[in-house]
């Protein structure tokens, strides 16, 4: 399985329950926000993409680079999305 396939399985897992969101401990460094230095706490839907909150709740998000993961975080992540 690809890097791509990997991700499209986390975005259509994650727009069927929608609300949910993934915890993403040992992640937020490498899902930063860069123009504010702020550190991924969860992964979550919206308006139709994958997006980084700084914690569970906030209003504030920002797109989520997941290609920037490698492979088994990747994997990682898949794990904890709820099964469709």
Do not use: Q
């Not at 727009?15 to 860069?34: C, D, F, H, Q, T």
């Not at 914690?55 to 904890?80: C, F, I, P, Q």
């Amino acid at each position: 399985m690809t890097k791509k396939e990997i991700i499209t399985k986390i975005f259509h897992r994650l727009s069927a329950n929608a609300g949910y969101e993934i915890y993403v401990p040992g992640l937020e460094n490498k899902l930063r926000n860069g123009r504010w230095g702020m550190h991924a706490y969860c992964l979550t839907l919206d308006n139709g993409s994958i997006v980084c909150r700084p914690w569970a709740g906030a209003e504030y998000n920002w797109l989520a680079r997941l290609d920037r993961l490698t492979k088994g975080e990747l994997l990682d992540v898949l794990e904890k999305c709820p099964e469709l």
